[in-house]
């Protein structure tokens, strides 16, 4: 199928671009890499009256250093990101999560933001972000706001942004020596999206400890109580049968198998970070 009209705009800079999407009093898509929306205005999903191409807004394609962060631009790209383009994520374990989405010509397209904006529960930006507790800098031409990552996401394909708002960048903590991070999913093959997903932040020094799951239903979900027992007394919290009932007791509708594929990867994410050793699963 082909898309519906629409009228394309190149805006020059971020200000206009904001302005141009309020000017369309709701009836406007931003564009970034295209691999979301494109396909869905080619299948007639989306019909916007204005689509705003912002993916070469110099705002949006950098990634700069802070005190405590790294702020990652909307329109930098998943392969940016991998091949380690720039130089405050030249280490960030970021990289093997961009380099496991999807195939190689979609991360070279396809954006951190326009990821985020589509909303897909099995993304893995839509995870990772809620997993590192990332912060997300919001725009409108009335105003500006910042987002917790885990409060982005309402539901599948759901987001807090307003009509006028767009993604202009997000807010990463910086690494420390005390940093412990694992991401790890379970796909049919290669490229697809997650049949299930984890990752996990463990951060001493800012005594942070988080364990999420993806490809879930909605938005992802944060093992609150289990992260916690792990941070305080280690390794030990983390038994096969405690991260079982965790999950079990966060997806009380999924049947046994689901929530053994989970849980695979909870263990799997706790083994990269380093907080236990990778065990032979019934799963495997």
Known sequence: ???????????????GALEAIAQADGACKPIGGSQSLGPMLNLR???PRRVVDISSLPGLREVTSRPGAVVIGA???HAEIEDGVHAPLADHPMRSVAGGIAYRAIRTRGTVGGSLAHADPAADWVLAFAALGARIQVRSARASRVVEADAF??????TVLHADELIVAIEVPAMTPTTRWGYHKLCRK?????EASAAVYFEAGRKQARIALGAVDGRPILLDRLAAEIAATGAGAASRSQIRLAVASALPERDSIDVNLFAVCVERALAQAGVLHPQPHPAE
């Not at 199928?1 to 200000?15: C, H, V």
């Not at 996401?153 to 759901?158: D, E, K």
């Open 1 to 15: 199928m082909k898309a519906a009209s629409f009228e394309y705009t190149r805006a020059p800079d971020l200000d």
């Open 153 to 158: 996401m309402l539901g599948a394909y759901t």
């Open 190 to 194: 290669p490229g697809e999206f997650a």
């Open 75 to 77: 329109a930098v790209t």
């Open 45 to 47: 999903l989306a019909r």
